[in-house]
């Protein structure tokens, strides 16, 4: 896997590949804590990822939703994962939230068929805090373990603004 090829969506951000784009690969790092919400249309026109760490950062699926309106999705059978979330924080609420939302969109006529990952809700200290990362092969649909050293996108932004925000931003890089 070439990084070039691969789009790393981290905490807090979401994004998205076309099948014009010249990335083959959505990657998230270190979901342990956060939740992974990532899938693809069936006919491939469209693969999203996105990186949650608390309940409010899932307010971007309304952004979600609106980029897949804007591909004429709605009625095209998309296949999604929710992974991750081990129980720190807020993780089962995070993930209630994304189920939720996605039951909204089937029951408006969307065709989401959800497939939750394995949800560990045993406690882990801290000291293993660091999770595993997803790679998600859109041409493929398969998922594997990415294991690259997380970025971190702080240039032109505050602390506060990037540790506090409350709504997960479309990465577009």
């Not at 083959?24 to 790092?29: N, Q, R, S, V, Y």
């Not at 956060?34 to 760490?53: K, P, R, V």
Request: proline share 3%; net charge positive.
């Amino acid at each position: 896997m070439e990084a070039c090829r691969t789009k790393e969506i981290l905490q807090k951000e979401w994004g998205f590949l076309d099948p014009n784009d010249n990335k083959e690969f959505l990657a998230t790092p270190n979901v342990k804590w956060c939740t992974a919400f990532y899938g693809s249309a069936l006919n491939d026109s469209f693969s999203f990822m996105c990186h949650f760490d608390l309940p409010c950062s899932t307010r971007s699926l309304l952004d979600l939703e609106r980029a897949m309106e804007l591909r004429k999705l709605k009625g095209t059978e998309i296949l999604c994962y929710l992974d991750g979330g081990y129980s720190f924080l807020y993780s089962s609420c995070t993930r209630k939230m994304v189920i939720k939302y996605v039951k909204k969109l089937n029951d408006s006529g969307w065709k989401i068929n959800l497939v939750q990952k394995q949800y560990n809700i045993q406690f882990r200290p801290f000291c293993f805090r660091l999770g595993k990362g997803i790679l998600y092969n859109i041409k493929t649909k398969q998922v594997s373990k990415y294991s690259m050293k997380p970025q971190i996108r702080t240039k032109g932004r505050k602390f506060c603004d990037v540790v506090f925000r409350i709504k997960a931003k479309l990465y577009e890089g």
